[in-house]
């Protein structure tokens, strides 16, 4: 089976436009994370989703960013009036409800410049 | 939130050896669960290992084991007979309260 897929996997945009990165996580995972990564550093939440729902979007850095999730599938992040420190691989991941672990997708690198 | 440290930055250890990577953790659940995740250079975050907080075993997978301590809120990851592709950034995780939480993470370096 597919494991978690996220696009682009580069992504390079000039301070001040929007981006969209996408995330199709493992067919039947209902919960879905947004995490950010900086280079050599952990890993950042952003917000969680379970079905269509955001019960915590606790992580989300500022109001640039938001997320939405539909069909209880793809998840789409979208950053807008990017920002230089924006800048790094934002990953997704996907997992059945409950206690299970995590898949990751590859992520999408962001590149703000 | 709840606080994961991992207090070893990075670390050497040469091939065919043992080595020992530290996780402590907060929550004040009686259930959660326990994860650790290898991220190559690559970047790929791959799973290794569960233990659950009621789980009176420590789990194993291959040459992984986890050395859970739930009164010392302490998960260790112990990975026996080193090899070259083990190098890599290691997170410990929990999951509690419906979300994952990572700690900073150790470097692990494989000597030949």
């Known amino acids: 089976g597919a494991g978690v897929s996220q696009s682009p996997s580069n992504k390079v945009t000039e301070k001040g436009k929007d981006v969209e990165l996408r995330c199709d996580p493992i067919s039947g995972h209902t919960a879905l994370y947004w995490y950010r990564q900086s280079l050599g550093q952990g890993l950042e939440f952003l917000i969680y989703?379970?079905?269509?729902?955001?019960?915590?979007k606790s992580g989300l850095p500022s109001d640039r960013f938001s997320a939405e999730r539909t069909g209880g599938s793809v998840s789409t992040l979208t950053i807008q009036r990017t920002q230089q420190e924006d800048s790094a691989v934002y990953l997704c991941a996907s997992s059945f409800t409950g206690v299970s672990p995590l898949h990751f997708g590859n992520g999408t690198r962001l590149t703000v410049t | 939130a709840q606080k994961i440290t991992q207090t070893q930055p990075g670390m050497f250890v040469q091939e065919k050896e043992a080595v020992t990577l530290d996780c402590t953790y907060d929550?004040?659940?009686?259930?959660?669960?326990l994860f650790w995740y290898k991220q190559p250079s690559s970047g790929e975050m791959i799973f290794l290992i569960y233990q659950g907080s009621y789980d009176e075993q420590n789990a194993t997978e291959g040459r992984y084991s986890l050395n859970f301590q739930k009164a010392r809120k302490s998960a260790n990851l112990v990975i026996s007979a080193s090899q070259l592709g083990d190098s890599a950034m290691y997170f410990c995780?929990?999951?509690?309260?419906?979300?994952?939480?990572f700690g900073s993470g150790t470097k692990l370096n494989v000597k030949p």
């Open positions: 929550t004040s659940d009686q259930s959660y669960g």
């Open positions: 995780a929990v999951y509690n309260f419906n979300k994952f939480y």
């Open positions: 989703f379970q079905g269509n729902s955001a019960p915590d």
